[in-house]
């Protein structure tokens, strides 16, 4: 099994974003402009060190988050990390509400973001809008009752009855 790290990025990581963004075949809107004063992004890498995955977010009215792993480690947890970390670094920046929009045909990304915690705030054409509160409380936002972010377990203490740590 593949020993991942997850870190704060660092200004030389846009080598590692524009390749991600290569390999997803996404629109250069998701790096325009990047880095920005108060920009957020977490990188994965292997145990030799090389990027394998990020997530990132302008510091918006409402960030909206971007994600992508590379081919050969989805599937084994890299993009749950990042979207924790980068939700942990939000937060710690006083961030409440994350936003993403996930095409409906990204089956296996809308079950991610289920998954951790962004809810759907609405359907626009072929493509789903979700919110996430990364924030200790809940709160209404959108339209959108968000609950408190449920908060990643680690070996530190036990999970809450019915909770397995991550």
Known sequence: MT????????????????????????????LEGWPREGDLAVIATNEAGDCIGAAWCHRET??????????????????????????????ALGVSVLHATVWDSNIAALRLAHKVGF????????????LWNVSDVG???GGVS?????????????????????
Not at 146 to 166: Q, S
């Open 3 to 30: 020993t991942i790290k997850v870190r704060n990025s660092v200004p030389e990581d846009i080598a590692c974003l524009v390749e991600l963004r290569q390999q997803l075949q996404a629109a250069d809107w998701w």
């Open 62 to 91: 409402m960030p909206r988050v971007v994600a992508g792993v590379s081919e050969g480690y989805r599937r084994q947890g890299v993009a749950e990390a990042l979207l924790h970390a980068l939700a942990d670094r939000a937060a």
């Open 119 to 130: 809810v759907e705030r609405s359907r626009v054409g072929d493509r789903t809008e979700l």
């Open 139 to 141: 709160i209404q936002s």
């Open 146 to 166: 968000l609950p408190r972010r449920a908060r990643v377990f680690d070996d530190n203490g036990p999970p809450p009855p019915g909770r397995k740590p991550v």
